[in-house]
C-alpha cells in the first residue's frame, strides 16, 4: 500500500450530494480506490482499515487531499463549479491530532491553489471518548483555513453519540444504517429528531446512503438539506463525475427541482 501511494496507483472516485429541494449537485464526496496491479480494481473498505493500523493513515491522507484539492482547483479555475460547490475528503480519527493534520490540509490548499471554501473534512463519530480537545483544536485550525468540517456517520451505533456532533461543525451525515431504519415509525421519530437537532444548531444536514426515491421524498420532508447515495449515483472516476455534473446542469437549468 505504502508503495501503491508512491507509485499513484490510487485513484479518487467522487459521489455527488445533491440538494434534495432543487436537485442541483452540492458537492462530491471523494472516496478512495486503489488499481490493484492483481486484485483489480478495490473499494476503500479493502485497504483503508489495513492503512489504519499499519500507520500508514497520514501518507494516504496526504495524497487524498493533495488529489482532491488538484482536481477541485481545476473545476474552479475551468468554472465548472461555483465557488461554493464542495468536495469533502475522509481523514481517519487517529489523526485528530490538531495541529499536524491543520498543517497537510493547509499545504495541500495552497500547493493547489483552491478556493479553500470548497474543501470539506469529513470526521467520522467514533466511540473514542479521548481526545475531544484535539477534535476541537483540529475544527478550528481547519476553520481558520476556511475549510468546512463535517462529522460523518452521524448516528451510527459505533458512534458516542453524542460527542462530536456537539462540536462546532458545518455539515452533520447521517449514517446510512439510519436512512434504511425508515421504514419503521421509530426509524423514522429518530431520523426527523436528528434533522430537527441539526437545524436547530445551523449545521447542514446531508442524509447518506440514499437508495429509494421514497426515502429521499420522507427526508426532504423532514427537512434535510442534502442527500447522497445509489438513487442518484455511486462514487465515480473523474470523467463520468464530470459528466454528471454538466448532463445535471443542463437538466436543471430550464427549470429547477429534478430530484
Ligand atoms: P463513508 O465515508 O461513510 O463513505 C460512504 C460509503 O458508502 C462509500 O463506500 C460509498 O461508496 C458507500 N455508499 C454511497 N452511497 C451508498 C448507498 O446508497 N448505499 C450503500 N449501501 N452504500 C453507499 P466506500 O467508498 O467503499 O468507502 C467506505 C469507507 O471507507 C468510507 O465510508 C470511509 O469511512 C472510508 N474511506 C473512503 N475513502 C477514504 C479515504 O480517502 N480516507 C479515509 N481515511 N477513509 C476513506
Ligand atoms: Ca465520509
Ligand atoms: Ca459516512
Not at 68 to 80: E, H, I, K, N, P
Not at 110 to 128: F, Y
Not at 236 to 252: F, G, K, N, T
Amino acid at each position: 500500500l505504502a508503495r501503491a501511494i508512491d507509485q499513484d496507483e490510487l485513484a479518487l472516485h467522487y459521489q455527488p450530494v445533491v440538494d434534495l429541494h432543487t436537485g442541483a449537485v452540492a458537492g462530491f464526496e471523494a472516496l478512495s480506490r486503489w488499481h490493484h496491479p492483481q486484485l483489480g480494481l478495490l473499494g476503500a473498505d479493502a485497504f483503508v482499515p489495513v492503512a489504519e493500523s499499519y500507520g500508514l493513515s497520514r501518507p494516504l491522507t496526504d495524497w487524498v487531499l493533495r488529489r482532491a484539492c488538484t482536481q477541485l482547483a481545476s473545476w474552479q479555475a475551468d468554472v465548472l463549479v461555483t465557488p461554493e460547490f464542495r468536495v469533502a475528503v475522509n481523514i481517519s480519527v487517529d489523526e485528530m491530532d490538531g495541529d499536524g493534520i491543520v498543517g497537510h490540509v493547509a499545504r495541500a490548499v495552497e500547493t493547489a491553489g483552491v478556493d479553500p471554501r470548497g474543501l470539506v473534512v469529513e470526521i467520522a463519530e467514533t466511540r473514542r471518548v479521548d481526545g475531544l480537545a484535539d477534535a476541537i483544536r483540529t475544527i478550528d485550525g481547519l476553520h481558520e483555513l476556511g475549510v468546512g468540517v463535517a462529522v460523518d456517520n452521524f448516528g451510527s451505533p459505533d458512534a458516542a453519540f453524542p460527542l462530536l456532533c456537539t462540536l462546532p461543525v458545518d455539515e452533520l451525515k447521517l449514517d446510512r444504517h439510519l436512512v434504511s431504519e425508515t421504514t419503521h415509525p421509530a426509524g423514522r421519530a429518530l431520523v426527523g429528531t436528528l434533522i430537527r437537532f441539526g437545524r436547530e444548531l445551523g449545521t447542514r444536514v446531508v442524509a447518506e446512503g440514499v437508495e429509494t426515491s421514497d426515502q429521499a421524498a420522507l427526508l426532504r420532508s423532514m427537512g434535510c438539506a442534502e442527500g447522497q447515495g445509489f438513487l442518484w449515483a455511486p462514487a465515480l472516476p473523474v470523467a463520468e463525475a464530470e459528466r454528471h455534473l454538466s448532463a445535471v446542469i443542463h437538466a436543471a437549468s430550464p427549470c429547477r427541482g429534478v430530484v
